[in-house]
């Protein structure tokens, strides 16, 4: 019954995300370096099998120096290319299950509060302003800091700092459909609030979500970074962030420490901006007539 609004409508004819996707050069650039990225996760272990914290040269061995290890070493002698294709493992689990998480938790409270309204929406609206009086960074120090700093508690962290910015996005959204024809032959067809919910509003709020989500992944991934920078890192997992904050120190006379895992976090956090830019020009119904 419900209508998906992922369809974009151009001269009176229905075309696909895609279709609209591939129309946009900053969208497919973003794609192309997320496909980079992910490939070189998921083969990190073929092309640099072994840990990546192990020592394996002399330490600070500049890039190109030796044939073996391209992008040098680090103070400890560890490989630093290793380090940069086994940390994007980290960095992008680590933003993807935050993400998640704060979708799951910002959808639930948001799409409550936006289709039963009244006091159960101000209990929902007041709680989301609670989350929101805080730091998002700060709040996330202070749950690692509790916790151990592991991977699962670095995502849980940037999951519960973040997601009141999902909350009110789909409280909006479920507040604007609930008045719909759709959902009112629904309701008057004897529908669940469960299915109303689930099977009618929420599909058609996808799409701003989808945007939004592809803009906090990036900001977890910044957030990462930035833990590991103040040592809030897994000591037992590499990562992007944590290779900035090890070489720090070396910043002087190595500077490649932390300019190469540096350039690849502006990278990703780049592609996943430009990518929520096209999916906004696509998704967006007003934006849609400036597509080429």
Known sequence: MSTIAFPVQRAGRSESLWGALRRN??????????????FMALTAGYFFPGDPLDMVAAPLLWPGSDPAYLLGTDSLGRDVAAGIAHGARASLLIALYGTLISVLIGVTVGALAGYHGGRLDDILTRLSEVFQTVPSFLLVIVIVAIGTPTVNIIALAIGVS????????????????READFVTAARSQGFSSRTVILEEILPNALA?????????????????????????SDPNTASWGG?????????ASAWYLTALPGIAIIAVVLAFNLLGDGLNDALNPRLRRYLP
Do not use: C, H, Y
């Open 25 to 38: 050069p900053a969208a497919l650039t973003g794609a192309a370096i997320l496909l980079l990225t992910l």
């Open 243 to 251: 290779m900035i904050g090890s070489g720090r120190e070396q910043i």
């Open 162 to 177: 973040s997601w009141p910015t999902i909350a009110r996005l789909i409280r909006a959204e479920f507040r604007t459909l």
């Open 208 to 232: 701003p979500l989808v945007v939004t989500a592809s803009i906090l992944v990036a900001s977890a991934i910044l957030i990462e970074a930035g833990l590991a920078f103040l040592g809030m």
